[in-house]
């Protein structure tokens, strides 16, 4: 390589730099994240302890984001070796094993999002047979939400509760992963059943025809009819909230990975060529994919880095070379303008990696705030980029 084309090809300095700057968070965050579980997001750019609720003190090990915590723990310690978050990682094992144990807050298909990073992930790396059994316990608690004749997981609530009976949301396809794994563990095919079935109703109901996704939608339980899609957490109805996008990105690439489907496959595609037509100069989406610049509204960092995520892992299953390039490229930019422009890395003291996501705009929760799940998602990324011979958790 002449010196002239090595001075013009790309580097990761900065992406080193960010990713250095995230672990030294994670590092930090140990010492009270041990002693209790963050919220949701932060408040001022803070994490704060977990509201106490339904008779689980505060910082208790509840709700559907918990295991975004030690999801970035096995991150670093895969790429760093240390034995001090070795130790925190373990920590959380136990915890989660507790959580399943005593039945608290399991009525949710998060079951995948909680167990395949604080389980599945130890019992792949380390060979933790007690992360085993906890891990297919709740695949078993997620296999329980499987609804015949709808063929879908329920998204939240008791199974007899008449306003979630029959409802999922395009966030179940990350969960699913967890059915797969099951099914690949302990030689049982129902489990890869259920999860096949389900992506494969939402392929053909969540997604619209021009590409977009609904939020969420529901299929009559008891004769398994389609019946209608909305959204709790974007604009309106009919527009495209740009999370949910973002979540089928990244999941349908992995239904294909794991099923080996054409049709989830040419999904994520679908889901990834919508997303890029509806990005801001600098590649970060507004919350919802319906607004543009000049809108006033904010920007979702944790949907960017999802995304990011997602064209990362479709990239590596496309034959066209040139598309899956592209995917590639688009991702790279997500990733620059998250790291240089979003990241906790040029403004410390916060105690999140990524600023500026949005939770839930409509009921002004998390707004322009950080996020456990973008603080995950912003992590894999950097590990896909920066190391190439990583394996993915999920």
């Known amino acids: 390589m002449s010196a002239e084309a090595d001075r013009a090809a790309p580097t990761t300095d900065h992406l080193a730099v960010a990713w250095n700057a995230a672990v030294a968070t ?18 001022a750019g803070a994490y704060r302890p977990r509201t106490a609720r339904d008779g689980q003190p505060e910082g208790a090990n509840v709700g559907w984001t918990t295991g975004f915590w030690p999801g970035m723990l096995w991150l670093v310690w895969e790429a760093t070796g240390d034995d001090a978050v070795l130790r925190a990682a373990r920590h959380q094992v136990d915890s989660f094993a507790d959580r399943v144990r005593r039945g608290i807050d399991l009525d949710t298909h998060d079951l ?23 891990a297919l ?11 015949e ?15 979630q009976r029959g409802r999922t949301i395009v966030d179940s396809l990350m969960n699913v992963p967890l059915l797969y794994w099951a099914a690949e563990t302990t030689g049982t095919p129902s489990y890869s059943d259920a999860a096949i079935r389900h992506t494969e109703q939402l392929r053909q109901h969540i997604i619209r025809p021009d590409g977009t996704t609904f939020h969420t939608y529901y299929w009559d339980p008891e004769t398994g009819e389609p019946l209608r899609g909305g959204t709790e957490q974007g604009h309106q109805d009919g527009s495209c909230w740009a999370r949910g996008q973002a979540w089928g990105i990244y999941g349908f690439a992995l239904g294909y990975r794991h099923a080996r489907r054409e049709s989830f496959l040419d999904a994520a595609r679908r889901c990834a060529d919508y997303f890029l037509t509806r990005l801001p100069e600098d590649r970060i989406a507004y919350w919802d994919l319906v607004f543009t610049d000049g809108s006033g509204q904010e920007r979702d960092s944790s949907a960017a880095a999802i995304a990011a995520c997602g064209l990362y892992e479709l990239a590596e299953h496309l034959e066209d070379q040139g598309a899956a390039q592209r995917y590639r490229a688009e991702a790279d930019a997500m990733l620059d303008s998250l790291a240089t422009s979003y990241s906790t890395a040029r403004e410390p003291g916060s105690t999140a990696l990524l600023l500026h996501g949005v939770y839930d705009k409509p009921k002004d929760v998390g707004v322009d705030e950080g996020s456990l799940w973008g603080d995950y998602f912003y992590l894999e990324a950097l590990s896909r980029r920066l190391r190439p011979d990583w394996r993915s958790y999920w």
Do not use: C
């Not at 010492?31 to 949701?40: L, M, R």
């Open 137 to 147: 316990k709740a695949a078993d608690h997620l296999m329980d939400r499987f609804l």
């Open 149 to 163: 004749p709808a063929g879908i997981l329920q998204a939240w609530g008791d199974l007899e509760n008449p306003l």
């Open 26 to 43: 994670v590092r930090a965050n140990i010492a009270d994240f041990t002693a209790w579980y963050p919220d949701d997001t932060t408040t």
């Open 112 to 134: 995948g999002f909680l167990y395949t990073l604080s389980s599945v992930t130890p019992y792949r790396l380390l060979g933790d047979e007690g992360a085993r059994d906890t």
